[in-house]
């Protein structure tokens, strides 16, 4: 985030968690107590015995004596003992001055070794320290006062609506998002609308999509627009050494957003504690199981008590979340925050250059145009970027040079983030994607029509190409099952096409192609050597034969196999329209169904005339 309205922190209600501090603070001290006699008992006891025998040997360097305990140290410079001297022992002083053992006396109310200052030491800084480190965290989280009493609170921030700058207009392209996210603010602006007529509404919706893409952006845009409080907080402010701790910070949260509802919670980086339960190795995981839980609580709880409060979580890792926050009534929503295609780049820059002079020799379309890749972070650090370089100029506005240079800057700042896609990255892409399309746009009766394709990565995918499903379907005929096995394959099929050699890219595509043809084969019939049997795996292994397990497999080669080779057939017969529709997506990214059947001059949804 780089702007942020002025924050408040959250004044804490509810009675103080003292007792948590003081146990804390206890157990530090005795651990801290049991570390240095740990150290103390470095120094060894010694039978009276055996301290004579030592003397004898010569291997004493100096002794120390303090009524009837005695201190020494041994030659080898590292071992000091103790021991006890029996009521009178008239043979010590002559022994040690024969072995010319150094020795001398204190009395013993005046004793006072090294260790018993350290001990002592550790027993006031330890609590200190302690009390310093909590001061410092509360500080850092809160914005307000830290206090040792507070552990347990939440460290939301809390934005009251007039400090709320943003709404959608600071938020420039993410036309998907926004749309989606509409029906929350309706919700937000007139609760009782929706509570009159009973209707169940969703209060979890899950921002996903790389850094630096626009969450938290949207999720205060949302707040903005509502006119309603926002509390801010981070999955890791979660996340404190001490059980329990996290959980009751949750509790606190969620509190202090009744109290304000209507009202908005959002949660960045909620991967930090809704990591699937039982992940991670050893201890460590019952303070975020605990924190996860109560998260799950309180939403559920939304339930039956009805306040207007809509609880938004940002993640880049949508796949490592725990499956108990998808349920019903928790975060049953998605919006995917995208990197920002071509247009999208220009109008966040648009966005973000309002207030800085720009020379009219820059183009803002050319530099979206440069800039692929590009979060709307980096972005809003270009423009930054290149006024701080004309500033120290001393010039009048921004110009092109100040952009290129600011460009590179940022460039190299993000290679070492994030993975770059190079120009042949992109080409590649592009074709594996128009592959895809092409085969879709083959067989338009079978599929679900085509909605969009794009070349911006999304997650660990580079490209992506989406179907809007018409109907829900219950029966699928094999035709459709061939058909998607073939817009599947259409992207290795192009790579293949054109270039020399192929990408790791098409792994997801083959899973799922393959899982098709299983299906096709185990479980609907669709093969003449295996006739209408359903085969279905078990627990225990196969229910049927090693042989039967050849056939099968044999089987869904056999599918694959035709249907690539008919793939690349066809990409080959029409490579003018792949290569059109390649190079297309190249320069803008993201085309609509519209867009490409414009492109490809064919009717929608009508049977596309292949060469
Ligand atoms: P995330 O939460 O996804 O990591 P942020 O919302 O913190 O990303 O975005 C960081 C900054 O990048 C924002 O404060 C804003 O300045 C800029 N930004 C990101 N996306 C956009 C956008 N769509 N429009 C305008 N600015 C954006
Ligand atoms: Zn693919």
Redesign the pocket.
């Known amino acids: 985030?780089?702007?942020k309205p002025t924050k408040k922190p959250i004044l804490n209600g509810g009675a103080p968690k003292n007792f948590i501090v003081l146990v804390v603070i206890l157990v530090a001290a005795i651990a801290g107590m049991t570390l240095l006699t740990d150290y103390a008992r470095q120094t060894q006891s010694l039978k009276y015995s055996k301290f004579l025998n030592l003397v004898e040997k010569d291997q004493i360097k100096s002794v120390f004596v303090s009524g009837q305990d005695l201190f020494g140290e041994l030659k080898d410079g590292v071992t000091r003992f103790e021991t006890t001297i029996p009521q009178s022992d008239s043979r010590l002083w002559p022994m040690l001055e024969k072995h010319s053992i150094e020795y001398g006396f204190t009395n013993p109310s005046s004793q006072f070794s090294w260790w018993h200052l350290i001990l002592l030491l550790g027993l006031i800084l330890t609590p200190l320290t302690l009390w310093y480190m909590f001061k410092q965290s509360r500080g850092s989280g809160g914005g307000g006062g830290g206090n040792i009493f507070n552990m347990g609170k939440s460290r939301a921030k809390m934005f009251m609506p007039s400090t709320i700058k943003d709404n959608f207009n600071?938020?420039?392209?993410?036309v998907e998002a926004k749309e989606e996210l509409k029906d929350f603010i309706d919700f937000l602006k007139s609760p009782e609308k929706y509570k009159r007529l009973g209707a169940k509404i969703t209060r979890g919706v899950l921002l996903v999509?790389e850094?630096?893409?626009?969450?938290?952006?949207?999720a205060r845009a949302v707040a903005g627009e509502a006119q309603c409080p926002f509390f801010s907080i981070s999955g890791s402010d979660f996340i404190e050494v001490f059980v329990g701790v996290g959980a009751s910070r949750v509790r606190d949260l969620f509190a202090q957003a009744r109290k304000h509802a209507p009202s908005i919670v959002f949660i960045?980086e909620i991967d930090a504690v809704g990591r699937h339960r039982g992940s991670g190795l050893g201890g460590g995981n019952d303070e975020r199981e605990q924190t996860l839980n109560q998260l799950l609580t309180e939403l559920d709880g939304f339930e039956t008590t009805h306040e207007s409060i809509i609880v938004m979580a940002?993640t880049n890792r949508p796949d490592v979340l725990d499956k108990a926050l998808y349920r019903p009534g928790r975060f049953d929503r998605r919006v995917e925050?995208p990197y920002?295609d071509l247009k999208?780049r220009e109008a966040?820059l648009k966005?973000?250059s309002r207030s800085v002079s720009i020379s009219k020799d820059v183009d803002l379309g050319k530099i979206a145009r440069g800039t692929p890749g590009f979060?709307?972070?980096d972005?809003?650090n270009l423009i930054n970027e290149a006024a701080i370089s004309a500033s120290k100029k001393n010039q009048k506005d921004v110009t092109l040079e100040d952009f290129e240079g600011a460009r590179d800057k940022v460039t190299v700042g993000k290679e070492l983030k994030t993975v770059m896609l190079t120009e042949e990255d992109r080409k590649i892409s592009a074709y594996h994607e128009a592959g895809h399309a092409l085969m879709h746009l083959m067989n338009p009766k079978d599929l679900d029509p085509l909605h969009k394709v794009s070349i911006i990565p999304r997650g660990r995918a580079l490209g992506v190409t989406h179907t809007l499903p018409e109907r829900e379907k219950y029966n699928k005929t094999q035709n459709e099952m061939v058909a998607t096995i073939e817009s599947l394959l259409g992207g290795r099929a192009a790579e293949e096409l054109v270039f020399e050699s192929v990408t790791t890219g098409a792994y997801s595509d083959f899973k799922h192609a393959t899982e098709v043809a299983r299906q096709m084969v185990c479980y609907y019939g669709m093969t003449q050597s295996l006739g209408k049997v359903v085969y279905l795996p078990t627990d225990r292994g196969d229910s049927y034969s090693p042989r039967t397990a050849e056939k099968i497999d044999k089987e869904i080669k056999a599918i694959l196999d035709k249907c690539y080779s008919k793939t690349q057939k066809v990409l080959n017969d029409n490579r003018d329209k792949l290569d059109l529709l390649a190079e297309k997506l190249l320069e803008k990214e993201t085309l609509y169904s519209a867009e490409i059947y414009e492109l490809l001059n064919i009717e929608p949804r009508q049977d596309f005339k292949f060469n």
Not at 170 to 174: I, R, T
Not at 211 to 218: A, D, H
């Open positions: 985030m780089t702007k600071s938020v420039a392209g993410a999509g850094p630096g893409n626009g969450k938290t952006l949207l960045d940002a925050v920002p999208s966040i966005v973000h979060t709307g972070a972005l809003a």
